[in-house]
C-alpha cells in the first residue's frame, strides 16, 4: 500500500532561522501521486498549506516551499526564515486513485524567539 | 467557504460507556472521514463514506460504529468505551477521492477514564 514517512517528531528552530521538514513517500499506484502538506495550529483543524500534483514541481504558499522529487521519492517542506507565528504540527501527505489520503506521522515544530 | 462542524468539541466518559461523536459539512461534499491522531501514529483513519448510508471500514475500525444518516451528518459511535480510545477525533470532508483536498474539523477531544 501507499505510506508517508516524517523522521522528525519535533523540531526547534530560532526565530529567523532556515527550516527543513522531510518527508518521503512510497505508492503503488501507476500513476504519480498527488502530494500536499497540512498545518495544524493548536485547537484548529488540519488546514491545507500546499499541493502539488506534478513531478518535478515545486509548491509555495506562505514563505514555505515543496518539490515534487520523484527520483528520491521526497517531499521535503523549507521555509528560509521561520515566525513564532508558524509553530505548530506539519503532515506529509499522499494522494493516488483511491478513496483515501494518507497521511505521515507529523513533525511538531516549534520556533524560539 | 468549507466547513466541518464537530461536537462535542470535549468530552470525558467512563470505560464501557457509549459515546457518539457528531459531524456536519456544508461544503456539498461526497466523501466524510474520521480519523484520530496519536503522538507517534499520526492521523489514523477509522471510517469513511462516499454518501448517505454507505460505510466504509478504514484502517482502525476495531471498536468503532459509524453511520452517514445524511450527505452532511456522519456520526461515530463507541459502544463501549475502552481508556485505548482516549484521543484526539478529527472528521473530515472532501469531494472526491485520494487526489482532492481534504477539509477537517476542529477535533474531538475524548478521554475514557
Known amino acids: 500500500g501507499d505510506s508517508v514517512t516524517q523522521t522528525e517528531g519535533q523540531v526547534t528552530v530560532s526565530e529567523s532561522k532556515s527550516l527543513i521538514i522531510n518527508c518521503t513517500y512510497s505508492?503503488?499506484?501507476?500513476?504519480?501521486?498527488?502530494l500536499f502538506w497540512y498545518v495544524r495550529y493548536p485547537g484548529e483543524g488540519l488546514q491545507l498549506l500546499l499541493k502539488?500534483?506534478?513531478?518535478?514541481q515545486k509548491g509555495s504558499s506562505r514563505g514555505f516551499e515543496a518539490t515534487y522529487n520523484k527520483e528520491t521519492t521526497s517531499f521535503h517542506l523549507q521555509k528560509a526564515s521561520v515566525q513564532e507565528s508558524d509553530s505548530a504540527v506539519y503532515y506529509c501527505a499522499l494522494g493516488a486513485n483511491t478513496d483515501k489520503v494518507v497521511f505521515g506521522t507529523g513533525t511538531r515544530l516549534q520556533v524560539s524567539p | 467557504e468549507a466547513a466541518v462542524t464537530q461536537s462535542p468539541r470535549n468530552k470525558v466518559t467512563v470505560t464501557g460507556g457509549n459515546v457518539t461523536l457528531s459531524c456536519r459539512q456544508t461544503n456539498s461534499h461526497n466523501y466524510m472521514y474520521w480519523y484520530r491522531q496519536d503522538t507517534g501514529h499520526g492521523l489514523r483513519l477509522i471510517h469513511y463514506s462516499y454518501g448517505a448510508g454507505n460505510l466504509q471500514i478504514g484502517d482502525v475500525p476495531d471498536g468503532y460504529k459509524a453511520t452517514r444518516t445524511t450527505q452532511e451528518d456522519f456520526f461515530l459511535l463507541l459502544e463501549l468505551a475502552s481508556p485505548s480510545q482516549t484521543s484526539l477525533y478529527f472528521c473530515?470532508?472532501?469531494?472526491?477521492?485520494?487526489?482532492?483536498?481534504?477539509?477537517f474539523g476542529k477535533g474531538t477531544r475524548l478521554t475514557v477514564v
Open positions: 502539488v500534483i506534478t513531478a518535478g
Open positions: 505508492t503503488t499506484s501507476i500513476a504519480y501521486p498527488n
Open positions: 473530515a470532508s472532501s469531494d472526491g477521492a485520494g487526489y482532492t483536498e481534504v477539509f
